[in-house]
């Protein structure tokens, strides 16, 4: 049986709670797509370990909000808060439900796969070639949001994912990275990636 | 597999695709319409998630009827339950546009986590000197040139959905979604000597 946090009252702020819930359910929802068309089951499981999280922050987020309420006004500006809290929740279920078909053995069939990588234009794996302009440089000095429009959600190194990888860590050869985003930079990142495309262009 | 089954398997992936891409589009107006407390966004994330419930039906049905061999009925509720799950996001998005909808003020909180998201939605306004001004969004090319999203067009106080021949014309609000780091370089592009806020 899964194990389930205790929960205490912590006094966090409700914007710093629903911050974290808004960045991590879309950080899932590629993660959990990711990991069902490539069929990554340790992908998975780290999708499932984040859908607990989120649930501990949906418990601490409702505490703070019955809080602050203090009477009528006060619960009429907040509700909307709650409701969109709710369904951020319900959007990390949502990526915990796609990483259960990986982790239950049911999989997609692998022409979904095959047909997905073709035809899907904001999520691509690739692994860094030798070639690549990017070996060696930090995450962070690749600038990949303002240059291209994407971003590296998770990065395999000697068989272990590191989510939402820190901005300093280097990128090696044989890093496996999913990326997310625009789909001309996505293309683009795929180049630089696979040493085809040699420079990085401002 | 046959020609014809993997014809009709690109047909199944094509539609799902469609889906996913169609429920992350609505999150993204969803997180709009609350940021700018704009019914006509979150009225337009309604419609999107009628036609998601459509194209979900269209989904399975193509699923269920194709001609699958019974050890590949695993890899198709596969397929299945990912189409599930996606209708799940589309229903979430709906209902962060309904606390629009339902007459609910969207608390300053609110506002501070969407604009603060590694992920945000951002507006700006177009002046006269842009480069932007009487292109159409294809030839503006702004995705290219600053990684943002164009959701919708405010012009004249409604919002328009983009087309690639809708033409950018001075005065006009674009609401666009990407990564933080994308807002200043759109700034600049829109609005590129006047500072300019939209209301």
Redesign the interface.
Known sequence: MRHFEKIEYKPIPVRELLLEMKNLSELMIDLAYSAALFNDKELAEDVLELESHVDTLAYLLDMEIMVAARDSEDAEALIGVSTVAEATDKISDAAADIAAIVTQDIGVHPIVSEIFEKVEERLIKVKVNENSVMVGKQICELNLAARMGVDIIALRRNKDWMLNPNETEKIQVGDLLITRGAPLGIKEFKELAEGKLKELVE | ?SEQG?KR??EI??R??EL??TS?LM?DL??SS?LLNSRELAEEVQKLEEYVDKLHTDFELLALTSDFKKE?A??????I??G???E??A???A??A??VLRG????S??K???E????TVTQVCVTADSPLVNKTLKEARV??E????ILAIKRGGKSLRPKHDSKIQPGDILIAS?????VE?LERLASPSSSCTPE
């Open positions: 597999m993997q398997f690109e992936v094509e799902f695709v996913k891409d992350e999150m969803a997180y609350l590949e695993k890899g198709f509720l596969g397929l339950r990912l599930v799950a996606t799940k996001i229903d979430a998005a209902e962060m309904e606390v609910i003020e969207p608390h909180v609110l501070l986590a969407i603060e998201a590694e992920e995705h290219e600053t990684g943002m999203w990407g990564y933080a780091d994308g370089d």
